[in-house]
T-cell receptor
Framework: AQSVTQLDSQVPVFEEAPVELRCNYS??????LFWYVQYPNQGLQLLLK??????LVKGINGFEAEFNKSQTSFHLRKPSVHISDTAEYFC??????????????FGTGTLLAVQP | ETGVTQSPTHLIKTRGQQVTLRCSSQ?????VSWYQQALGQGPQFIFQ???????GRGNFPPRFSGLQFPNYSSELNVNALELDDSALYLC????????????FGEGSRLTVL
């Protein structure tokens, strides 16, 4: 069975500092990987996705993530954060098989708290 | 372009009651999925509908059921509500073939007393 582990429940960081949110997954098959962001009282929004090809994926709002198959990781990074980046970030995995292409397994989330 | 809209935004029910949540998918999207997000947790997949047929289901009991209509809107029905059903219910739509690229609504927050 697939699973996703987000190692940090909360990451405090000062504005304009770099940040890395960690995500590890387990799967016995090829995977598709995603990062979603959830702002307070809102639904989730796709930040970026890895389906195949280049292991470095760039997303919206200056975020990027690197797929590392040997370490089964998909960490999210941003070189300089803003107050507006404060939100909950979810890593997710999908095997894309069986027709249920939208069956995503989400991690428990990491709260990114940007301080002035 | 109208995004995914859900109704109601908040509701309170008591144990044993039934609830229906509604979702209008984004224009052009023919696949709808539903997720349950308990407080402090990540969303959990309930089921997915494509062309009015359920074509994927998570680990939820049969009292969770759904429908998709010809205009691709959808309903989630939950019978015999339990306290643990209290959660944010998220609807997401996607165009055909867009693996995992979901467009979420803002959710319906259900409280079961």
């Amino acid at each position: 069975a697939q699973s996703v582990t987000q190692l940090d429940s909360q990451v405090p960081v000062f504005e304009e500092a770099p940040v890395e949110l960690r995500c590890n997954y387990s799967s016995s098959v090829s995977v598709y990987l995603f990062w979603y962001v959830q702002y307070p009282n809102q639904g989730l929004q796709l930040l970026l996705k890895y389906l195949s090809g280049s292991t470095l994926v760039k997303g919206i709002n200056g975020f990027e993530a690197e797929f590392n198959k040997s370490q089964t990781s998909f960490h999210l990074r941003k070189p300089s954060v803003h107050i507006s980046d404060t939100a909950e970030y979810f890593c997710a995995v999908s095997d894309g098989y069986g027709g249920a292409t939208n069956k995503l397994i989400f991690g428990t989330g990491t709260l990114l708290a940007v301080q002035p | 372009e109208t995004g995914v809209t859900q109704s109601p935004t908040h509701l309170i029910k008591t144990r044993g009651q039934q609830v229906t949540l509604r979702c209008s998918s984004q224009s052009g999207h023919n696949t709808v999925s539903w997720y349950q997000q308990a407080l402090g947790q990540g969303p959990q997949f309930i089921f997915q509908y494509y062309r009015e047929e359920e074509n994927g289901r998570g680990n939820f009991p049969p009292r969770f059921s759904g429908l998709q209509f010809p205009n691709y809107s959808s309903e989630l029905n939950v019978n015999a509500l339990e306290l643990d059903d209290s959660a944010l219910y998220l609807c997401a739509s996607s165009p055909q073939g867009a693996t995992g690229e979901l467009f979420f609504g803002e959710g319906s927050r259900l409280t079961v007393l």
